[in-house]
Structure formats: C-alpha cells, structure tokens
C-alpha cells in the first residue's frame, strides 16, 4: 500500500493534478424484488461497481462524484469521479463546480427525494 501511495504522490507531484473517470462502468443496477426482504450479495456486480473507487479507497486520495447526465433507456444518472493528491479538495471542488453547467436541464430529483439537509426552498 505505501508503494502505491508513493506512486500517486509521485504522479500528483510531476504529472497530473487531477484523475478523472467514470463513477461507476455502468448505470445502478435494477433492485430485485426478492431482494427487497433480505437484501442481495452479488460479489461480482458489486466488484463491476467498484471499479473506478478502489484506486481512492487503497490509497486513501480524496476523490468527489457528480452527475454528467442520464442513461436514455433508464433514466438513471451517468456521474464522473475526479481524485486529486492529499490535501487538494480545492482541486475537486473547482473542477466540479466548472462542470456543474454541464446538464442541459439541471440535475433532475429521482421520484423519491428527501431533501436531509432542509436546503430546499419551499415555493416549491
């Protein structure tokens, strides 16, 4: 693991300053019913999943997820992840803030949406 947080340092350092990728290498997979009791184990779809995280999750680099559109058979959210170096969230923050006009229509609300934070203006 040090060796692999030595290379990223490296890189971070002399090559890039941000890594950008898929989230995810395909759109949340479909919630089975017969999951909905006792939940579902599928090692190999959620290794598919994962893909894109493991990098940040190894070596511990902060990383930020933001939707860039949606899937035109599920309507579903298709985001990017950007990883930047140790300590440069500013970086993740500013990229993702200049790519928040990416969405032609803004981000749409799933069908079930709870505003947590109360951020909401009520006009509604």
């Excluded at 002399?14 to 999951?35: G, H, M, W, Y």
């Excluded at 950007?82 to 799933?110: M, Y």
Aim: with cysteine; proline share 6%.
């Amino acid at each position: 693991r040090s060796y692999a947080m030595d290379l990223m340092e490296d890189m971070f350092r002399n090559k890039v300053d941000i890594i950008l990728s898929p989230a995810t290498p395909c759109v949340a997979p479909q919630f089975r019913e017969d999951a909905m009791s006792h939940g579902e184990s599928n090692l190999s779809k959620t290794a598919q999943l994962m893909r894109y995280a493991i990098l940040g999750n190894f070596t511990g680099i902060p990383a930020m997820v933001f939707p860039v559109g949606y899937d035109d058979e599920t309507s579903l959210p298709i985001s990017l992840q950007i990883q930047a170096a140790h300590w440069r969230e500013d970086l993740l923050f500013r990229v993702a803030r200049e790519s928040s006009g990416i969405l032609e229509h803004g981000i749409a609300k799933p069908a079930m949406y709870v505003d947590v934070l109360g951020t909401e203006n009520d006009d509604g």
